[in-house]
């Protein structure tokens, strides 16, 4: 296992310093959300011993440590990230499970620089509807793969409506380009399956077809959602509320939790996953 280093862009060293900041606590409050979403992508992708494998916004590992147990000593996983925390941790995580052949780089998913036409499969959980050129990233990555290699994504469908009014507890100290930052495919291309199948088709993917799956999340009060909301990229939505009014902000989201609470006093929201897969023409 390697880690390489390549600073990102300076347009993209503000999303790298923020989940610098979650690094040490992304998907490791007691919520599981990015492994389970990303392990189906993997299971979805049906990697092979001896494949290469790409993992495009790996973070700390969600898809790269299964991609890399998937090929074995025999194949290759390279997994990039903005931010250098993630891919210290990534790498630091493969290295534990004696994953020898995973490589983890510090690199943008929005302008990839790695050989062309090398890899078997490509993966991205939860990372394209995030960048500011879908498409031309999404070009970007289907240039990566050989002849009949694979490519799959997840994105967010429908959700929990609890989910909009507690997000809706941020709206007002949100600037403009925050105000969807859960980015959960409320317009464009990642409001449906037919809009990611056209981008897929317009990258030049061919036999594209669509999955789902629904991932949960359960909280016993404001506290955990609050720790877990800060754990990961949502930080930057407190990072905008003052900290004099946070009190209050978590206030009302303790009422919406409640106002969905079971009788056992826990808050469980749904969130449905879609998987568009497709293969290079």
Request: glycine fraction near 10%; charge should be negative.
């Amino acid at each position: 296992m390697r880690q390489v280093s390549t600073p990102p862009a300076p347009a993209s060293a503000r999303v790298a310093a923020l989940f610098d900041r979650v690094a040490d606590t992304y998907e490791s409050v007691g919520v599981p959300w990015f492994e389970p979403i990303a392990a189906h992508l993997v299971e979805l992708m049906a990697a092979q011993p001896g494949e290469q494998a790409v993992d495009l916004g790996c973070g700390r590992g969600a898809a790269l440590i299964p991609l890399g147990q998937a090929v074995g000593a025999s194949g290759k996983v390279t997994g990039i990230d903005l931010s250098p925390r993630m891919v210290e941790l990534a790498a630091a995580r493969a290295g534990e499970l004696g994953l020898n052949t995973v490589q983890v780089r510090v690199m943008d998913a929005a302008a990839v620089s790695l050989p062309a036409g090398e890899a078997d499969l490509v993966v991205a959980s939860l990372v394209l509807f995030f960048l500011p050129e879908p498409l031309d990233a999404l070009r970007g990555w289907v240039g990566l793969l050989r002849p009949a290699g694979r490519l799959g994504i997840s994105t967010f469908g429908d959700r929990d409506p609890l989910w909009h009014r507690l997000d809706a507890v941020f709206q007002p100290y949100l600037p403009p380009q925050l105000l969807d930052a859960r980015t959960s495919g409320q317009s464009g291309p990642f409001s449906s399956d037919a809009g990611v199948e056209e981008l897929f088709a317009r990258a030049g993917l061919v036999d594209v077809r669509t999955a789902h799956s629904v991932a949960e999340v359960a909280f016993a009060g404001a506290d955990a959602w609050r720790t877990w909301s800060a754990s990961h990229g949502q930080r930057v939505m407190w990072d905008h509320v003052p900290e004099a009014e946070q009190a209050a902000v978590l206030g009302r989201a303790a009422q919406v939790l409640a106002d969905g609470a079971g009788a056992d006093g826990v808050t469980r929201l749904s969130q449905q996953v879609r998987y568009t897969l497709g293969r290079a023409g």
